[in-house]
């Protein structure tokens, strides 16, 4: 099928790269920047480029059967808006965004009044570095897919977009609500974000090197996040993260409290919690279907 890929950073440059690598599918290009587009045609990761900033109305948009749009999330729902008398009927859209809010439910009740199909969803799989630059055709293996149907969404729609994700990669699927997806990315995602972005801010980060082995570097890592992109990803899913936060502030006070009270019990008790909560995670992990539908999981 031909797939149009719009906004041509990490993630949509990697889609681009890895449709290419892994199928036999076409794929064509929209970006805002136009020598990034041209960048990516040149290098052969895009068959095609759309550019439409002057003229919205591009025949070319007819023959898309699935888009991905890889834009920021304040844009995707304007991009599609603007083009969609454009698409033909049937056309499956699909975004990449880490927060939800009411876009789901929105766009597709608009989205089906033309006939067409939306589904959001969320693919688990990044670089500390953003960009069409650093994107790369491996980046999904393995990785994990996130789906936030609504009632209305056809079964055909998920299996579809599923099997396109498989195809590129991905290796366990995630079927949730918006509402859940945006609690969870909270705590798996975004706070860990915020955790290592206000971990780097002590006086003597300039000290580290020499002193830091794998345990700093994981803890790090992240803290070099694209500051527009997650800055509206913390802004969008404040009231999620607030309550994660609120949760880690409480732990790492009891951690505080038992160290101030020299108290060494209570420190090796934190410790042995922490510890059985991470060895039942793993244990979790390892005998997960492949497959995990969580519509009616309530937190």
């Known amino acids: 099928m031909k797939i149009l890929v719009a906004g041509l950073g990490l993630i949509g440059g990697s889609v681009c790269k890895a449709i290419h690598a892994y199928t036999d599918h076409s794929v064509y290009g929209w970006n805002r920047s136009q020598e990034t587009l041209r960048k990516a045609f040149a290098e052969h990761a895009i068959d095609g480029m759309i550019t439409d900033q002057d003229n919205l ?33 049937g056309t499956i859209i699909i975004d990449v965004s880490g927060v939800k809010n009411d876009l789901p439910e929105e766009l597709t009740r608009i989205c089906a009044e ?88 002590s006086p003597v980060m300039d000290l580290e090197s020499g002193f830091s082995g794998g345990s700093f570097h994981d803890m790090t890592r992240v803290a070099t996040m694209n500051p527009d992109m997650w800055t509206d990803l913390f802004m969008e899913n404040r009231t999620s993260l607030l309550q994660e936060l609120e949760i880690l502030m409480v732990n790492l006070q009891n951690y505080k409290d038992a160290l101030e009270q020299n108290d060494r019990d209570a420190v090796y008790e934190l410790i042995c919690t922490g510890r059985t909560c991470k060895e039942q995670n793993l244990q979790n992990r390892r005998n997960a279907p492949a497959v995990i539908d969580l519509r009616n999981k309530k937190i």
């Open 57 to 89: 109305n591009n025949p070319d948009y007819k023959k898309f059967r699935l888009i991905v749009n890889c834009l920021y999330p304040n844009l995707i729902k304007k991009w599609v808006l603007a083009r969609l008398d454009q698409f033909a009927e």
């Open 114 to 201: 033309k006939n067409i199909f939306y589904l959001s969803t969320h693919p688990m799989a990044g670089k500390e570095r953003a960009g069409y630059d650093v994107s790369d055709e491996g980046l999904f293996q393995g990785a994990n897919f996130i789906m936030t149907p609504v009632a209305c969404t056809p079964k055909h729609v998920i299996a579809e977009v599923q099997n396109f994700a498989h195809q590129i990669g991905f290796r366990r699927f995630v079927i949730t609500t918006p509402e859940l997806h945006d609690r969870m990315i909270a705590y798996t995602s975004q706070l860990a974000h915020v955790v290592s972005s206000a971990y780097v801010q």
